[in-house]
């Protein structure tokens, strides 16, 4: 099936850092999703990316659709201790039956 | 969006015995999913879970060990059966296609299983 290579597996950074972490699949997607789990909770979708080079939104964080559609980026600015919890990236395909492939994750921790 | 909920939140079973897992949606949505995720890991899907008809399981995972139900478009169970200290994990209840919203997948807070 499907594999996505999700890096880095885990950073530890100090609270104001920038973070960035990435996934990038050897298929093309159509859809690009990034989630955050923290513990005890199911994944919260933080965006959703739909066009190859649509770079998006959401407060500090802003992700990116790679433009062969194989791979998207998740940056968080200004880092604070609440950001604190794994990172999943999610490719969607239009055949598949919908199904979503989704990377490892990366853990992140803040210090304060 | 949607919002889902699971039902129980955690429970602990005894070996050889089953338990299902209720997830209830609060709009109606195309498509429902249950997942596996060991703590620190990522997430493996189990099945899909077809209204009206049979689910699609993945590879490894049969429907004799996991019989999965949706009788309508917000709801749907999955029973973890014949359980061994194996299956001791986190069960996941997902959705898309709420609003129209085709590729926006949610998850459910999930169900914490372990077996002794």
């Known amino acids: 099936g499907q594999q996505l290579n999700q890096s880095p597996q885990s950073m530890f950074i100090q609270e104001g850092e920038d973070v960035s972490m990435n996934c990038t699949s050897s298929s093309i997607f159509n859809t690009w999703l990034w989630y955050k789990q923290e513990p005890g909770e199911g994944p919260v979708l933080l965006i959703a990316?739909?066009?190859?080079?649509e770079l998006t939104s959401n407060g500090r964080l802003t992700a990116q659709f790679g433009i062969t559609r194989k791979d998207s980026f998740l940056n968080i600015s200004a880092s604070i201790p609440s950001d604190v919890g794994i990172y999943f990236c999610?490719?969607?395909?239009?055949?598949?039956?919908?199904?979503?492939?989704f990377g490892d994750g990366t853990t992140l921790t803040v210090k304060p | 969006s949607a919002v889902i909920s699971q039902k129980p939140s955690r429970d602990i079973c005894q070996r050889g015995t089953s338990l299902t897992i209720q997830c209830q949606v609060d709009s109606q949505v195309t498509m429902m999913f249950w997942y596996r995720q060991q703590p620190g890991q990522s997430l493996t899907l189990i099945a899909t879970?077809?209204?009206?008809?049979?689910?699609?399981?993945e590879s490894g995972f049969v429907i004799d060990k996991f019989p999965i139900s949706r009788p309508n478009l917000t709801f749907s169970t999955l029973t973890v059966s014949n359980m061994s200290p194996e299956d001791s994990s986190i069960y996941l209840c997902?959705?898309?296609?709420?609003?129209?919203?085709?590729?926006?997948?949610?998850f459910g807070p999930g169900t914490r299983l372990t077996v002794l």
């Open positions: 999610a490719g969607q395909e239009d055949t598949n039956a919908g199904k979503s492939t």
């Open positions: 997902s959705a898309r296609g709420a609003d129209g919203s085709y590729n926006e997948q949610f």
């Open positions: 990316l739909y066009k190859a080079g």
């Open positions: 879970a077809n209204q009206g008809s049979e689910a699609t399981y």
